[in-house]
Nanobody, 112 residues
Framework: QVQLVESGGGLVQPGGSLRLSCTAS?????MNWYRQAPGKERELVAT????????YYADFVKGRFTISRDNAKNTVYLQMNSLKPEDTAVYYC????????WGQGTQVTVSS
């Protein structure tokens, strides 16, 4: 069993920044951030490996978002810069250990 707890969402103006955090109850392998906007399917935003720290980014966030992790704290971060209104969504932390585990989600709203 793994519990994932996200934090750091909120309301920000276009062009602003937010940092999301996801703390796991135990060490995990690859960690992912997904997002889901109203009326849309959940989509993968970024991935980070447990060892070596290799990363993957969806094209729509490349150059703006950075995923990182602190294995000592079992925490993964998503630094989001140059936010756009289309980034508005609920952001979910995810990992897979035998089965999928999801956090409760944190709302990010980009609006002036």
């Amino acid at each position: 069993q793994v519990q994932l707890v996200e934090s750091g969402g909120g309301l920000v103006q276009p062009g602003g920044s937010l940092r999301l955090s996801c703390t796991a109850s135990r060490f995990t392998l690859s960690m992912n951030w997904y997002r889901q906007a109203p009326g849309k399917e959940r989509e993968l935003v970024a991935t980070i490996a447990s060892i070596g720290g290799s990363t993957y980014y969806a094209d729509f966030v490349k150059g703006r978002f950075t995923i990182s992790r602190d294995n000592a704290k079992n925490t993964v971060y998503l630094q989001m810069n140059s936010l756009k209104p289309e980034d508005t969504a609920v952001y979910y932390c995810h990992t897979n250990i035998v089965r999928d585990y999801w956090g409760q989600g944190t709302q990010v709203t980009v609006s002036s």
